[in-house]
């Protein structure tokens, strides 16, 4: 038997009777839980479809699980609360006709309480609280609530009435196994919902959806649905592929990425909205509308993929989502209308509008496009590579921290551990220099704990290591590089040459440092024999020109 997923109208459930299993906690839902499904139904207004005007949109209560026991009740796995909260909502409602105007409302009964059926029946009406045990406590003041708030002044219980019952829908997802505790647990660990794409999926293995006088064919069908669901999940949850696609974002069932870009109609204050979408679509049960909404979301995937796995592609789709500057949806459908040729050019267009108000030259330390720029150059340094087949690692730059970082040191801000700065630092002192020797000397003599002392051998110390630089443009992008957060916090304050070390140890510990920023402290730019300790005029300046030969396609120079 497979699981079974509908959508029902609250009115649809009146036949049914329902069983609250001793698994189950009790009812505790607070007034709060109870007066906002109450003020979210009041405020919903119902609005007609556009793609069926016949139909209108309706308000979701979320999912209840449930499974058929043997005695044609339904033992609800998962929803109680709601479930509860609905029926005493129904009951009020139903209070204020005579008895024989009451419309027939479903059944409650909980497995530990022997007369709880009698209960939520009979003693609900006399609106006191009721404190034979901690079930019956909570509802009949869950009940009591209920009837103060539709007894305000002026309220059109009638309108809520008809809203709640018609406009109000429930998922109801009914369970095939066998071991119903087994799903509670699943479903209550760490309070999990059912997600769209497990709702979703449903749809699309509901047998009847199928025609049922071709079992085989069925059979075969669900397997390869079930099977190609699997494989693209699989694909989906590969970090490398989802964080190219995507600016930043988790999700359990990465699939449900897919659904959402197929849905053009999300509502952002309904959690199923999506869900909703593909249940629309599927209102025409045939073996058709599962075959060609399957294909779309294949289709998506195989083009996802195809970008993915051509290198040209993948860096410079990967660099307009990461800046946010496109997302992945509105490049599928642009490329819909391009042959691969135009959709190349259409790409290398976007990258030079989304930096058309910068020119190189002119960047400073704080301006916000400089990150975007030294991302870029990165990204092309390595595409640009044409006997090297590496990737840009889209994942890492996107789930860490990223600051823009002085490649010489700035007197800024003094360092915390004075004694360990200049200790490192005065390992890499040139005594060749004309201060050098002094300074050496003058190190042994500072006392860490007069500020005003520390201060000014500190300042010295930075002027020596910057003595191939004019001061004057220390915050221009040819001393600007990108480096990740820990490493640049790690060594704050510190001296080029100290740097360079720790740049060094961290690659080889695993740590990712983008290609350019390597390039830069390995003194990549440098003619042989380079002064290793020292950030000089010549590496900037070879450096401005690398940034300039790398980026002059993009960027006005």
């Not at 793609?51 to 058929?68: A, F, G, H, M, R």
């Not at 890492?396 to 490192?424: A, M």
């Not at 390995?522 to 790398?550: A, G």
Request: hydrophobic share 35%; aromatic share 14%.
């Amino acid at each position: 038997m497979d699981n079974k997923l509908e959508v029902k109208a609250i009115y649809e459930l009146e036949d049914y009777e329902f069983f609250i299993p001793a698994y189950q906690r009790g009812y505790r839902w607070s007034e709060k839980q109870v007066e906002d499904l109450l003020n979210d139904i009041d405020e919903f207004r119902p609005k007609q479809l556009e793609s069926n005007p016949d139909e209108t949109t309706w308000y979701c209560l979320q999912p209840i699980v449930i499974k058929l026991r043997e005695d044609g009740k339904y033992e609800v796995i998962d929803g109680q609360q709601r479930l509860t909260t609905i029926y005493l909502i129904l009951h009020y409602l139903n209070s204020v006709y005579t008895e024989e105007n009451r419309g027939k409302l479903f059944s409650l009964s909980y497995q530990t309480r022997s007369n709880s059926t009698q209960f939520l029946k009979e003693e609900l009406n006399r609106k006191v609280d009721n404190n034979e045990n901690i079930d019956f406590h909570h509802i009949s003041n869950a009940y009591r609530f209920i009837c103060n708030w539709f007894n305000k002044p002026g309220f059109n219980r009638n309108a809520y009435e008809s809203k709640f019952k018609f406009s109000a829908k429930v998922i109801w997802y009914e369970s095939s196994e066998e071991d119903t505790i087994a799903v509670f647990t699943r479903l209550n660990i760490g309070k999990i919902p059912l997600t769209n794409a497990e709702l979703i999926k449903a749809l699309f293995l509901n047998s009847s959806n199928f025609d049922s006088s071709y079992p085989e064919k069925l059979r075969i069908k669900q397997l390869e649905i079930s099977s190609e669901w699997d494989q693209i999940e699989q694909t989906l949850q590969d970090d490398r592929f989802w964080y190219f696609l995507n600016a930043n974002q988790a999700k359990t069932n990465r699939i449900e990425f897919i659904f959402e870009l197929m849905n053009d109609q999300i509502d952002q204050d309904d959690n199923y909205s999506t869900f909703r979408f593909f249940n629309e679509k599927f209102k025409n049960k045939n073996f058709s509308t599962i075959e060609n909404n399957w294909l779309e979301i294949k289709n998506y995937q195989q083009r996802f993929l195809e970008w993915f796995e051509e290198r040209d592609l993948y860096h410079k789709i990967g660099y307009l989502v990461s800046i946010e500057y496109l997302s992945i949806s509105e490049i599928y459908e642009i490329s819909k209308d391009f042959t691969k040729t135009e959709f190349r050019s259409y790409l290398d267009d976007r990258i030079k509008h989304s930096l058309k108000k910068v020119t190189l030259e002119d960047l400073q330390y704080g301006d916000k496009e400089i990150k975007n720029v030294l991302l870029l150059y990165n990204i092309l340094i390595m595409l640009n590579n044409e006997n090297d087949n590496s990737y840009f690692p889209f994942e890492i730059y996107k789930t860490g921290n990223w600051d823009i970082e002085h490649i010489t040191s700035v007197t800024d801000s003094l360092p915390i551990n004075r004694q360990q700065w200049l200790s490192d630092a005065k390992v890499f002192i040139d005594i060749t220099l004309s201060n050098g020797e002094e300074l050496k000397a003058e190190i042994e003599d500072t006392s860490y704990d007069d500020d005003e002392e520390f201060e000014l051998i500190y300042k010295r110390m930075i002027q020596h290591f910057n003595t191939y630089l004019p001061e004057s443009d220390v915050n221009d992008i040819s001393n600007l590089t990108l480096l990740d957060s820990e490493t640049n916090r790690g060594y704050k304050n510190a001296v080029f040459p100290i740097k360079r070390k720790t740049i060094i140890d961290r690659e080889k510990n695993g740590t990712f440092i983008p290609l350019g920023t390597k390039n830069v402290f390995l003194k990549y730019f440098s003619d042989y024999p380079p002064k290793i300790s020292f950030w000089t005029q010549e590496d900037r300046d070879n450096y401005y020109q690398d940034l300039t030969n790398v980026l002059k396609d993009y960027i006005t120079i």
